[in-house]
């Protein structure tokens, strides 16, 4: 009788059918929600739009797996907003089910659903969970890789070695922060003698191969074009020319802790505090070191020059789950409560439009967070029909916003943009792809601009005003100066 019972077939879990329940109704959510919302692109998602038009190995700022995404999602689902947003939208809920998979390995399937989740609903996945960009990839290739890692150090099988070396390149190939995860590895493998002499298998060494041998392409990309992604990191980190703007490390700081949610980023500070006392918890090492340093390495940014709140995105998410470990040493009370806030804080974000429409009032411009996303699409259908009467001509512009939105809002029209470069080393994409350079002198353009058009005019040998545009949304305000400028002299 006994064997019988010890025989018997284990009952399925309801926990990851729960979970993918509540996924995919979050996902259709959020897709309802983007028309419902009245927004269009952001200037980065219209700019990987416009990537997605000639995939490549390489762009300015990024590698170029955003592209490759959009390039998939708008081929099967066609160029609108939704399609093009779709890849990132659907990369968060895959973060939460990785979550849970990485929290059953390491804890048990009550605390990974917990995690998933908790991940579903940080208030920088609710954020960034409307739109794509390079974080999705990135969160999704950075769990990915810890998954691969630790099974590969326990049960030492190829698939796992093979699994990381994917996981690794493929996050390069998403963000460049991707190379701090070997950072994060090389940690986890010195705290403990066992892992450590996981630095002599020879299998180690061939997914690290592996992994460079994907990122290659790219890095022969960055060397036919003179490097501009590091000449663009370089800048944007104020590594040229001196720091030249104060550090911002309380605004950083305030920025994870919004990233996680009031309760959750308590949890996590608890966490920390368990770092000596539990250090031999494999478990517990393995969440610190995929967090813990990255914030670091960011945070001494923040101290000696300027960080932006995402650039220590993938920590979130192991920070995450080392809150709810710790919050599940408590009553459960107090994780639903740190859960709780951040869904009240997603629906006060996404609907606070909707209060106000209730309550007969215009949103003031102050809350309205998307408002960067609103008016190009207005603007767009304004500048239709000038452009339309020069239909030889070059459409020109001083910066990649107008460049990138009006090139997908007018996608249909297949005009050729045109970005002014007057210095020698290009300052964005369209000024290294797209540039108007000595090969256009003579020809006519049609300016774009928000700003004074003067200094453009002066390169050519006569200009015309042909209208000025306005849209008043509202909380936005855009307007546009469009100008007839013939015959190019070129920059001197």
Known sequence: MMQKV???????????????????????????????????????????????????????????????LIAASTALFGDGVVAVKLAGMLLYPACAWLSFVLGKELYDERIALRCALTVSLLPFVSALGL???????????WLLGMIALRRALVYDRWSDWLLLAAALGLGVLSKYTMLAFAACAALYLLLDAGRRRQLGNPRLWVAIGAAALIVMPNIIWNWQHDFPTLHHTADITHVEGGNSKHGNAGEFLLAQAASLGPLLALAYLAGLALIWRKRR????????????????????????????????????????????????????????????????????????????????????????????????????????????????????????????????????????????????????????????????????????????????????????????????????????????????????
Request: glycine share 4%.
């Open 131 to 141: 739109f794509v960009s390079t974080d999705a990839p990135l969160l999704f290739f």
């Open 281 to 492: 918890d494999t478990r517990l090492q393995l969440l610190h070191c995929f967090s813990l340093p990255l914030f670091g390495i960011v945070l001494l940014q923040a101290l000696r020059s300027e960080a932006n709140g995402n650039w220590a995105a993938p920590a979130l998410i192991p920070a995450a789950m080392l809150g709810v470990a710790w919050l599940s040493r408590l009553r459960a009370r107090w994780w639903l409560a740190a859960i709780g806030l951040n869904a009240v804080l997603m629906l006060a974000v996404y609907h606070v439009g909707d209060v106000y429409r209730l309550r007969g009032l215009a949103m003031p411009a102050k809350f309205d967070i998307l408002k960067r996303a609103r008016g190009w699409d207005s603007l767009a259908r304004q500048l239709r029909p000038l452009l339309v009467q020069y239909p030889d001509a070059i459409i020109l512009a001083n910066n990649r916003t107008l460049i990138a939105h009006m090139s997908y809002e007018l996608r249909d029209l297949n005009l050729r943009f045109a970005a002014w470069k007057p210095q020698e080393r290009a300052q964005d994409h369209y000024q290294l792809s797209i540039p108007l350079d000595n090969e256009d002198m003579g020809r006519s353009a049609v300016l774009l601009t928000q700003t004074d058009a003067a200094s453009i005019a002066e390169h050519f040998a006569t200009q015309e005003k042909i209208a000025r545009i306005s849209v008043q949304g509202p909380t936005v305000r855009r307007e546009l100066d469009v100008l007839l400028l013939q015959g190019f002299r070129g920059y001197r």
């Open 6 to 68: 010890l025989g018997a077939p284990r009952t399925p879990s309801f926990r990851p059918r729960l979970l993918l329940a509540w996924l995919l109704a979050l996902t259709f959510y959020r897709i309802w929600l983007v028309p419902h919302l009245g927004i269009t692109l952001y200037v980065d998602e219209a700019q990987y739009w416009t990537w997605a038009q000639q995939l490549d190995w390489g762009y300015y700022s990024k590698p170029p797996v955003i592209a490759w």
